[in-house]
């Protein structure tokens, strides 16, 4: 199949450390702590036709998502995306997964052609909308959520056109912070695109060419060869959405599952139609979610392309919440729906592969963000963080206890960083005991976390999941504890709902219990 | 004086001696006894002094390398370990920073705490993030505590509570009721690392516990053993951090030791390129299993943390990226038929197919071998004889899998184990904004210098520094180290005028605290070296940047922010203007130096020339003929042109074709790219 395996290993190499070099120059150059710090952003090599060719290892949510936004840009652009140009997208129906996630793709042109593409994509601090960050909690309108931006080339002969993005210019609450992350990204891409030409000359143009087309067969030969073990099989899964923030709640999700020609059928129908909250998950970010799991499950080793995914059809109904029509909010639909999504396709693969699949984790982020204006500092301060919980039990393995799971890798705040620069205290910090879904083997457990306010009138929001149906357990192990949010105020405990809003006076604690995850197997002692 | 070093490897104990006055060095390599270090190092001291007639009581000083605090993380074999801590906050040693390793896992794990949950004992205290007590350590908690300890009865006790760094009061008070009532080995976190982020400074505090006992016991017996052996001689250690210790100073800082076998290498190498005038230099000690990666400008890196079989340290530690690929890494094909090499190693037993020991696996050893680079009957200088046929067997039936020939597949084991090692070089160097080819090559252990050519040509590197005895390099660099003190403490404070004063004071304390230690190992206040460092960011920021400052300097504010403005743009490529930045630890470095090592001509044989030839495979399977010397041979300056091989006891070096070699006089050898002038 590959003619020459040796070069084939060597230029593979290559190729991935293009996109790893990428990353680095971004990360070492932008401003958005999201991109410095929490290494929300992915680099990325294509082929000429904008197949993913080798991809940086960042965050899984990126996953799926990056190619179509390049294919996007090369469709609506021509051959206007020429040498020196580089395009700009972040439209959620079309390839984008939420306004604060900039696409920026570059060609590479060798001898007036084009023989492959670059691109990255970064998390951006603040794109405007009605909130600080873009993240608005209650938004029910994508134009609450910032500027949406469709294939547009803001970069000529090599230098960014600043009119191009004014309109990003303008509604952004840091615009020097914009052209300097802006700037990062065409760095990014200038580093990728000098390292396939160095590559080109070094190892021959021809060579790397033919290395792309057989590296995307490599990666699918070996998917293939994973998933036919399981051809003929199918299933169906269905799990659902505590609520969307804005009055539904029990949303449900459902997969099927056909295993057949050496790959696999993807369908949601019968999942919810797209809902008023902003719990929508635009089609990128449902790709994602849906590659990341069979990545997981069967790509052990597999370099990452599209070649990975060409035999896993993905078929999302138009209108649906895991695909939804312009203008729908779905600023959390990659924080807490993508969780769900990896739920319902692991739940199915359960019933083709029930020895072989590991039991529901946590399931949401527990995003926590507390504002107001500290007394001690005289100044406004805002703290944001998402907390781990349990992970499911396996076969032969316990969950592991108080970690993030599936689409988020965030860390956790230290407690000596947090009260030097907030005013709160942790008065808890613990493995939550008896979380876990019971089983032969048990669930992770899940986290306390126990917060007093030292500020009056603070605003806390909750954006959290599984507080209503615990994460599930397989082969009767029983599902994990549901999470918890709950205020204390003067020794009166009040329970908190899974997503809110509300001020809260000096003096309250805020204690968080995230779900542990689900068993595996009966418990004999149970 | 005659001064010795000897470091503990996987396979072999290196020894070097060097006589301090004349420069003459004497070498020796023993097997080394993995269950108990010591063994081989006292028989391989004792041997060497045989065979060259030295009088054990001219040796003063002994440098030691060990590997015994981190085979004891990667096998967890340490201490059993109980920790006090703050009430409420127990689970923060097993719930770490809350993220995964592996991204892409359904089903991640992290490896398991030190103490379980039964052995953490929350205690009732607590200070503010000032350092104020919001709840005072009563005498019945202190009580309560000490018998908890009584029904576990650990091996060693750590204490970690929240912002002890800011008020270590509490801490210290149950350390001494815990040393007066149990008497076990004990340590508070304010003593180990008095540095903020708790995950950080308890999970450091409690290695410390777990390493003690054991590190303070093997070199107690080590001291006492070689007394008898060398009875004028200091035992000093090497420490992570490049600088040496004086064993009997260990307590406490056996953590320390952590990666005290991999920074000789570095020491050793940088020490070898710097006294060729050389001032990048990229170290790669590549062994049988596994080859660790330095880039070195100017100074060697030390970094504030690190990490052991997943288990954080954060005491200072010389930049070392480890991989595994060695000489004995082996190669294979995946179900689709793709070659890999490594990280899978066959060591030294069975070893590589051609050491005839019962591995049928093809490595790099092998393919070296087929290929023409290593002699089969001069391998570790005769001592190991390899088998041709054997290499061959196994090379042809990964061959005929590849559907192509055994010499295709040797060349491509070679071509992907280089690339293997450029990719980690890429990313220390590339990846960190530096450009390799400013760089030398200093290639060393048993299998660098074999491979070197192909990793610099890859790179476009011009230079490469072959040093005199590749093979015990660590052991040299052991010898070459100074003694070295690293204390620290977070200030946590905003950067203003207004506390300028509490920088000073702290520095100055800190310096005192060192010059106490060093004094302690017997030298002079007079020959002290101090590094002023404080570690700054900006306001919001969740990571650091060190930055140095000159000594005793009276204009800290002005000078930090500038320095730190200047390190943040070199990092990051901006600077925030008007933006608030904070003083969070600050840093100081006391050395001194031990031994002085002076250049010498090489001692090498000058009579007649060793001069034979054989056939070398190339790129493309092109088949040259490449001149062989023997290293001990070798005029000064006399020129060796590629192809060629220069063999010698502890390595073979490979000489490429468009390349050639130069012996110099310090006994290293310049290997240069013909078209670089």
Not at chain 1, 285 to 313: D, H, K, M, R
Request: proline share 5%; net charge negative; aromatic share 4%.
């Amino acid at each position: 199949m590959i003619e020459d395996p040796i070069a084939f290993e060597v230029i593979k190499n290559m190729l991935i450390s293009i996109s790893r070099e990428m990353s680095h120059s971004l990360m070492r150059s932008a401003f958005s702590p999201n991109i410095k710090e929490r290494r929300d952003h992915s680099c990325a090599v294509f082929d000429a036709t904008g197949q993913l060719v080798a991809q940086s290892e960042d965050i899984p949510v990126h996953l799926g998502a990056m190619p179509l936004s390049v294919k996007s840009c090369i469709s609506n652009l021509g051959k206007d995306l020429e040498e020196g140009s580089m395009a700009l997208h972040n439209d959620p129906f079309t390839g984008g997964s939420h306004l604060p996630d900039l696409t920026l793709v570059a060609p590479v042109c060798i001898k007036d052609e084009r023989v492959a593409f670059v691109a990255n994509r970064a998390h951006h601090a603040d794109v405007g909308g009605v909130s600080p960050g873009s993240m608005p909690g209650m938004s029910t309108t994508i134009f609450e959520e910032g500027v949406l931006i469709s294939p547009r080339i803001i970069v000529k002969t090599g230098t960014l056109i600043p009119e191009t993005v004014e309109d990003l210019l303008t509604k952004t609450r840091t615009p020097d912070e914009r052209l300097g992350d802006l700037s990062a990204q065409i760095a990014a891409n200038n580093v990728g695109i000098r390292r396939v030409h160095e590559a080109a000359s070094k190892l021959g143009l021809s060579n790397i060419l033919r290395t792309m087309v057989d590296l995307r067969a490599y990666s699918m030969e070996r998917m293939k060869r994973v998933l036919k073990q399981h051809e003929g099989r199918s299933a169906e899964f269905t799990d659902y959405m505590d609520s969307d923030g804005a009055g539904t709640e029990d949303i449900p999700i459902k997969t099927q599952l056909v295993f057949k020609n050496s790959g696999v059928q993807v369908s949601f129908e019968g999942t919810a139609d797209q809902v008023a909250g902003n719990v929508n998950c635009p089609m990128a970010s449902t790709l994602s979610s849906v590659y990341f799991v069979f990545l997981s499950q069967f790509g052990s080793g597999i370099p990452i392309n599209e070649g990975c995914w060409t035999c896993i059809e993905v078929d999302v109904p138009e209108g649906s919440m895991l695909n939804p029509r312009f203008p729908a909010a779905v600023s959390a639909g990659n924080v807490e729906t993508s969780q769900r999504i990896v739920d319902v396709i692991l739940g199915a693969l359960a019933q083709v592969m029930p020895d072989d699949t590991v039991a529901a984790s946590q399931g949401t982020m527990n995003n926590l963000t507390v504002g107001g204006r500290d007394p001690e500092r005289d100044s406004l301060f805002s703290f944001y963080e998402t907390i781990g919980g349990g992970t499911g039990a396996f076969r032969g393995m316990e969950g592991t206890s108080s970690i993030h799971s599936h689409m988020t890798n965030t860390l956790n705040t230290p407690i000596e960083s947090l009260e030097s620069e907030y005013p709160m205290r942790v008065v808890r910090y613990g493995i939550r005991e008896g979380s876990g879904g019971r089983g032969k083997w048990n669930g992770g457990q899940g986290v306390v976390r126990e917060i007093e306010i030292l500020a009056e009138d603070c605003t806390v929001s909750i954006q959290s999941e599984r507080r209503s149906r615990g994460p599930w357990g397989l082969q009767g192990g029983l599902e994990g504890a549901p999470g918890q949010n709950t205020l204390v105020v003067e020794g009166i405990e009040s329970k908190l709902p899974a997503k809110f809003t509300r001020q809260v006076p000096r003096g309250a604690v805020i204690r968080i219990e995230t779900p542990g995850g689900g068993g595996w197997g009966t418990d004999s002692e149970a | 004086m005659k001064v010795i070093g000897v470091d503990v490897g996987g396979t072999f104990t290196d020894i070097i001696m060097i006589d301090s006055e004349t420069g003459e060095q004497y070498v020796h390599k023993v097997p080394s006894t993995p269950e108990s270090q010591d063994i081989a190092v006292t028989k391989g001291i004792s041997e060497l002094l045989s065979t060259i007639n030295v009088t054990a009581s001219d040796v003063g000083l002994i440098v030691h390398g060990t590997t015994v605090a981190t085979n004891a993380m990667l096998e967890r074999k340490g201490a059993k370990v109980c920790l006090l801590t703050t009430s409420g906050l127990e689970d923060v040693l097993e719930i770490g920073r809350q993220n995964r390793d592996n991204i892409y896992s359904l089903r991640p794990t992290r490896p398991s705490p030190l103490v379980d949950r039964d052995k953490r004992i929350g205690i009732k205290e607590r200070m503010s993030a000032t350092g104020e007590t919001l709840q005072p350590l009563e005498e019945e908690e202190i009580e309560r505590g000490v018998r908890r300890l009584r029904e576990i009865n650990p091996d060693s006790v750590a204490i970690s509570f929240l912002f002890s760094f800011q008020n270590p009061e509490h801490e210290q008070r149950i350390l001494r009721a815990v040393e007066d009532k149990i008497g076990c080995y004990a340590v508070a976190s304010s003593n180990v690392l008095p540095e903020f982020r708790e995950y950080e400074r308890t999970s450091t505090t409690v290695l410390e516990a777990y390493l003690g006992p054991l590190v303070n016991g093997y070199l107690g017996r080590l001291d006492a053993s070689l007394r008898e052996t060398c009875p004028n001689a200091n035992l000093t250690v090497m420490q992570s951090n490049g600088g040496t210790l004086l064993c009997s100073q260990a307590h406490g800082r056996a953590v320390g030791l952590a990666i005290s076998g991999l920074a000789g290498g570095a020491v050793g190498g940088w020490e070898v390129a710097n006294r060729a005038g050389i001032q990048n230099a990229i170290t790669l000690d590549m062994g049988g299993t596994s080859c660790d990666i330095s880039a070195i400008s100017g100074r060697i890196v030390v970094r504030s943390d690190n990490d052991v079989g997943g288990l954080p340290i954060r005491t200072p530690s010389v930049d070392v990226k480890t991989i595994g690929a060695g000489g004995g890494s082996i190669a294979w094909l995946d179900e689709v038929g793709i070659l890999h090499v490594g990280p899978q190693s066959a060591g030294a037993d069975p070893g590589p197919a051609s050491y005839n020991k019962g591995g049928d696996d093809a490595t790099v050893t092998d393919a070296n071998l087929l290929i023409g680079r290593l002699n089969p009957e001069y391998f570790l200088g005769g001592r190991v004889k390899l088998d041709v046929g054997k290499a061959t067997r196994a090379m042809s039936r990964l061959a005929e899998t590849l559907d192509t020939s055994t010499e295709e597949a040797a060349l491509g084991i070679v071509r992907i184990s280089t690339w293997n090692m450029v990719q980690a070089i890429r990313e220390v160097t590339v990846e960190r904004g530096r450009d390799p080819r400013q760089f030398h090559l200093v290639p060393f252990g048993g299998a660098g210098p074999t491979q070197a050519a192909d990793i610099a040509e890859a790179l476009g590197i011009n230079e490469i520094l072959i040093p005199p005895y590749p093979g015990i390099t660590s052991a040299y660099g052991l010898i070459c180290a100074d003694l070295r003190v690293d204390v620290m403490r977070s200030v946590l404070l905003p950067h203003k005028q207004e506390y300028e004063e509490v920088i000073q004071e702290t520095m100055a304390e800190l310096s005192l605290d060192a010059t106490k230690q060093l004094e302690a190992q017997g030298v002079e206040r007079d020959n002290i070296v101090f590094e002023w460092k404080i570690d700054m960011r900006y306001a919001g920021q969740s990571h650091e940047l060190e930055v140095q400052l000159p000594v005793k300097s009276k204009r800290i504010a002005d000078i930090s922010v500038e320095s730190f403005e200047h390190a943040h743009m070199q990092a990051y490529g901006y600077v925030l203007t008007g933006r608030a930045v904070e003083w969070v630890t600050a840093r100081v470095t006391a050395s001194a130096s031990q031994s002085k090592v002076t250049n010498t001509e090489p001692a090498y044989n000058k009579d007649e020339q060793h001069r034979t030839e054989r056939e070398v495979l190339v790129e493309g399977g092109r088949s040259v003929v490449a001149n062989v010397l023997r290293r001990e041979k070798l005029l000064v300056d006399q020129h060796v042109i590629g192809p060629a091989i220069i063999e010698q006891m502890d390595t073979t070096t490979y000489i490429a074709p468009n390349w050639s070699a130069i012996q110099r006089s310090d006994g290293s050898i310049l290997v240069r790219r013909k078209d670089s002038d």
